[in-house]
């Protein structure tokens, strides 16, 4: 069983209303926080930015994320970034959680969209958690939490920005912590 943890948030591109005709919402970052489960800590932590093919950093975008065009432009392509997480974090093998289930569908779509090899192996949801909905179950909520209203309800605090992949991949990992340490995060292998 693997100690280590991989703790994945993204941000795509996205738009107020409706996406521009021809546009679809790719991935523009991957954060990234490694997790040793059984020292219970969080080991090291990654931002991964993304150059989109088939739509551009829209304003309301960039006042969401405060990622733009020409940060994102400088990024690595889809392709790329999961032949990153594959290399240089297993993420073929190694367990990964994310808040909710969008991270995962996202991927999925993704690397069908671009014929690219999803990077976490088959199924899609063979290695994932949900850690919003352990989080759910944990704290005996009827309605799963944002990220932002857990980090609350666990105590802890919103460290960096809300919704940059990074820093939310560092904070979702503080809940995966404190899951593990309340003895209601499931066992990996």
Known sequence: MSALLNVIDVEATCWEGQPPPGAVSEIIEIGLTVVDVAARRRVSRHGILVRPARSTVSDFCTELTGLTQSEVDGGVSFADACRILTGEYAAGTRPWASWGEYDRRQFARQSRADGVEYPFGHPTERLHTNAKAVFATAYGLRRRAGMAGALDLAGLPLEGRHHRGEDDAWNIAA???????????????
Request: hydrophobic share 55%.
């Open 175 to 189: 809940l995966v912590l404190d899951l593990v340490d309340r003895g209601a995060w499931p066992a990996t292998t």
